[in-house]
């Protein structure tokens, strides 16, 4: 497709926390994402920047941007089957309002929701490695942290669930995934934190980031060169988890997740969370 993607305008009160456009924290990831926009430099080809507010009730969490989606339009799971099923899904419950176009400027408005992915890069063949995981979940953690309404959470996915577990500072053996399941996640209370922030000289400074820090420049998106402390934990507060197999084209073709599954879970979000 040669289709030059529509950038997204800049949001109100946007997500904080992104990681910078030529992040290079996973070497593996910004080597094919360079080989991307030599390939293919119509594409958004860079970490992809969480979509809603920060005053949002629930945040879906997925994988890794799809290569021919997020990666391409540069808005999560926009541009492939599992954001076709995704958008509907959310529609159909009062979490988004519009028409999903499988593009950035098709007028789709998230409805006190947010979507993020638990790596923000695209990866070889869709499969992260773990380091790779690693590396992105500071960036999770200070997402959710900034989101001080957050009330539930939607796993896409073993991984994202497990990335999720682990920003909230808790254990996997007491949150086990399965699809379906509901676990209740109370975070360790860190109001205010502490970060080594790498500047592009690579020069380390210590830098106080309350819990829900301002938006800054001039897109109001806080960008940073490094990701917060790997000790960082979602900031204290009590959310729903709720565990749903990947809304991929594999997982639908071979009857793991059926679009029934699928919308139960977002029922019992929506159950959950009352009327929007």
Request: with cysteine; charged share 20%; aromatic share 8%.
């Amino acid at each position: 497709m040669n289709e030059k993607p529509i950038v997204q305008a800049p949001r109100e009160r946007p997500l904080s926390h992104e990681p910078n456009l030529d992040c290079g924290f996973c070497p593996r990831l910004a080597v094919f994402r360079n080989s991307l926009r030599a390939t293919r430099p119509e594409w958004h080809n860079a970490p992809v920047p969480s979509f809603g507010a920060r005053d949002a009730h629930l945040l879906v969490v997925g994988l890794a941007p799809g290569l021919r989606g997020a990666n391409r339009t540069g808005r999560p799971f926009t541009g492939d089957f599992a954001g076709d099923l995704l958008y509907e899904t959310l529609i159909e419950f009062g979490f988004a309002t519009g028409t999903y176009g499988a593009r950035c400027d098709d007028g789709l408005r998230l409805v006190s929701g947010a979507i993020t992915n638990a790596v923000r890069c695209v990866p070889p063949q869709n499969k992260p490695a773990p380091s790779e995981i690693q590396n992105c979940r500071p960036f999770l953690a200070a997402t959710i942290a900034a989101m001080p309404r957050l009330r539930a959470i939607v796993a896409l996915g073993r991984v994202a669930h497990e990335s999720i577990v682990r920003a909230f500072g808790l254990r996997l053996a007491v949150f086990p995934f399965a699809h379906g399941a509901e676990h209740v996640l109370t975070a360790l209370d860190h109001q205010s934190k502490i970060m080594k922030v790498i500047d592009s000289k690579s020069s380390e400074r210590d830098a106080a980031v309350s819990t829900f820090p301002h938006p800054a420049r001039e897109a109001e998106v806080a960008v940073i060169s490094s990701p917060p402390s790997a000790k960082t934990h979602a900031s204290a507060r009590t959310v729903v988890l709720f565990d749903s197999y990947h809304c991929s084209r594999y997982n639908t073709n071979t009857g793991v997740l059926t679009k029934d599954m699928f919308r139960a879970v977002f029922a019992k979000v929506r159950e959950s969370l009352g009327s929007p």
